[in-house]
T-cell receptor
Framework: DADVTQTPRNRITKTGKRIMLECSQT?????MYWYRQDPGLGLRLIYY???????NKGEISDGYSVSRQAQAKFSLSLESAIPNQTALYFC???????????????FGPGTRLTVL | GQQVMQIPQYQHVQEGEDFTTYCNSS?????IQWYKQRPGGHPVFLIQ?????EVKKQKRLTFQFGEAKKNSSLHITATQTTDVGTYFC?????????????FGSGTRLSIRP
C-alpha cells in the first residue's frame, strides 16, 4: 500500500467551481506539504503544515486554502477555480519528530487538475 | 527574493555520455537535497548533502556541495536509459522564524539509445 495517497488522481472542473484535493499518509510524519508543478517551473510550495492545525503559507498561496484537522490528512481547496490553476498537484510529507534538519520528503502520486 | 536556480533546463545526451546539472542559491544553505522524477511519476528523494565541500557517490551518480554552501551539482557518468527523468535540487530558505524547502526548476534529461 502506498504511504502517501492523493485523491482524486485526475479532475476536470469549470471556472468558478470549488475543488478539494485530499492527501492522506500512513507514515506517521508530522509535516505535510502541498506543491504545484507546471512545465519549466519545477515544484512550487503552496502551503505547509508542521503539525495538526498548524498552517503556513508557501510561495504561491493566493487562491488556495488548506486544512490539517488530523496528523494523517492535509487537504487543499481551491475556493473558486480559475484556468491558470491547471497544474499537477503533489502532496508530500517529512518526519521532523527527532530532528530539526530538513529531512527527505515523500511525495504522493499527484493529482492532475484541469480548470476549463 | 531568495531563490534556488538550476541549469540547464533540458539536456539531451547520447547513451553512455556524461550528464551534469547545477544548482545555485542566492543565499547560504544549511543543506541541499536532490530528487529524481521519472516521466509520469512523482519526485523521489536521492540524497541530502550537509557539509561544506561534501561529495557523495551513489553508483554512477556523484553529488557535490560547494565550499560556500551556495551551489551544488549532480554528475552522472555513462548515462543509461534508466537515468531519464527530471532532476531537482531543493534547499531550505529561511523566512522570518521558519524555513521552508524551495525547489529548483529542474533539469530534464533525455537520452538517445
Amino acid at each position: 500500500d502506498a504511504d502517501v495517497t492523493q485523491t482524486p488522481r485526475n479532475r476536470i472542473t469549470k471556472t468558478g467551481k470549488r475543488i478539494m484535493l485530499e492527501c492522506s499518509q500512513t507514515k506517521g510524519h508530522d509535516r505535510m506539504y502541498w506543491y504545484r508543478q507546471d512545465p519549466g517551473l519545477g515544484l512550487r510550495l503552496i502551503y505547509y503544515s508542521f503539525d495538526v492545525k498548524d498552517i503556513n503559507k508557501g510561495e504561491i498561496s493566493d487562491g488556495y486554502s488548506v486544512s490539517r484537522q488530523a496528523q494523517a490528512k492535509f487537504s487543499l481547496s481551491l475556493e473558486s477555480a480559475i484556468p491558470n490553476q491547471t497544474a499537477l498537484y503533489f502532496c508530500a510529507t517529512s518526519d521532523h519528530r527527532t530532528s530539526e534538519t530538513h529531512n527527505e520528503q515523500f511525495f504522493g502520486p499527484g493529482t492532475r487538475l484541469t480548470v476549463l | 527574493g531568495q531563490q534556488v536556480m538550476q541549469i540547464p533546463q533540458y539536456q539531451h545526451v547520447q547513451e553512455g555520455e556524461d550528464f551534469t546539472t547545477y544548482c545555485n542559491s542566492s543565499t547560504t544553505l544549511s543543506n541541499i537535497q536532490w530528487y529524481k522524477q521519472r516521466p509520469g511519476g512523482h519526485p523521489v528523494f536521492l540524497i541530502q548533502l550537509v557539509k561544506s565541500g561534501e561529495v557523495k557517490k551513489q553508483k554512477r551518480l556523484t553529488f557535490q556541495f560547494g565550499e560556500a554552501k551556495k551551489n551544488s551539482s549532480l554528475h552522472i557518468t555513462a548515462t543509461q536509459t534508466t537515468d531519464v527523468g527530471t532532476y531537482f535540487c531543493a534547499g531550505p530558505i529561511r523566512y522570518s522564524s521558519a524555513s521552508k524547502i524551495i525547489f529548483g526548476s529542474g533539469t530534464r534529461l533525455s537520452i538517445r539509445p
